[in-house]
């Protein structure tokens, strides 16, 4: 099992900044591709971003291209994948989920959420117009 605690959401003016935490806890031994889901009210949950189990590799839907910027943490005992979001637009309110999903490659990223195993309990990101 992993458990996967999100944090740095809040309320934010358009323009503006936030970044994202999703702290991995328990069995995470293994290799893990990571990665940033979102889901706006009234809406279906949708891709946001992904980062590979080696770092070097990244995925971003469209729409945060250029916006936002997904790192990872692999140290000992601190198993963490950040979520930098810049040029924030209301738009882009929601409930942020991160998510890990084990592979056998370390430069694998994943877009689909069945590709995922373990999803935290969301965050809310506000955005202000």
């Known amino acids: 099992q992993v458990h996967l605690v999100e944090s740095g959401g809040g309320l934010v003016q358009a323009g503006g900044s936030l970044r994202l935490s999703c702290a991995a806890s328990?069995?995470?031994?293994?290799?893990?591709?990571m990665g940033w889901f979102r889901q706006a009210p009234g809406k279906e949950r949708e891709f946001v971003a992904a980062?590979?189990?080696?770092?070097?590799?990244?995925?971003?839907a469209d729409s945060v291209k250029g916006r936002f910027t997904i790192s990872r943490d692999n140290t000992k005992n601190k198993n963490t994948v950040y979520l930098h979001m810049d040029s924030l637009k209301p738009e882009d309110t929601a409930v942020y989920y991160c998510?890990?999903?084990?592979?056998?490659?370390?430069?694998?990223?994943?877009?689909?959420?069945?590709?995922?195993?373990?999803w935290g309990q969301g965050i809310q990101v506000t955005v202000s117009s």
């Open positions: 998510a890990v999903g084990r592979t056998y490659y370390s430069t694998s990223y994943y877009r689909a959420p069945h590709e995922y195993d373990y």
């Open positions: 980062i590979s189990w080696s770092g070097g590799n990244t995925d971003y």
């Open positions: 328990g069995r995470t031994s293994s290799m893990y591709g």
